[in-house]
């Protein structure tokens, strides 16, 4: 059980209802097996999972958002950025002055909510950006 679920338990909020869900066989005996390991029951490690899943794809849609909110030009440097390019090298690529592009670094820094361009690149490291260009 997360903290946040037995948190919530102790301050007197119950679950909803079970849900349930029909698991394949594989899946089934996945989860089984993934819960002897960790000693605990399928239910937890299922819930915990769940949580999980649904907390990732919150936070790729807020990345997605982002992203819509970005210019096209945004979206170029930010692509070049993430590909490892200097401020220069994107100035000579898309053809404008080095400090047009430190511009439109730091509104994308604040469009994501990021500090520099490393963290940036974190932020969208399973992104393939190679036809952005």
Request: glycine residues 4%; proline residues 3%; contains cysteine.
């Amino acid at each position: 059980m997360s903290f946040w679920h037995r948190l919530l338990c102790a301050l007197g909020f119950r679950s909803p209802a079970p849900r349930m869900f029909h698991l394949d066989e594989d899946l089934s005996r996945s989860l089984q097996t993934l819960a002897e390991r960790e000693q605990r029951t399928e239910e937890q490690v299922a819930f915990d999972l769940l949580s999980d899943a649904l907390a990732q794809q919150n936070f790729a849609q807020e990345r997605l958002l982002r992203w819509q909110s970005l210019t096209p030009r945004e979206q170029q440097v930010t692509a070049l950025v993430c590909q490892n390019y200097t401020t220069g090298q994107i100035a000579r690529y898309l053809v404008i002055s080095p400090s047009t592009v430190k511009s439109h670094v730091g509104r994308i820094l604040i469009k994501f909510e990021v500090h520099s361009r490393g963290e940036l690149r974190m932020l969208l490291e399973d992104w393939d950006f190679t036809d952005l260009r």
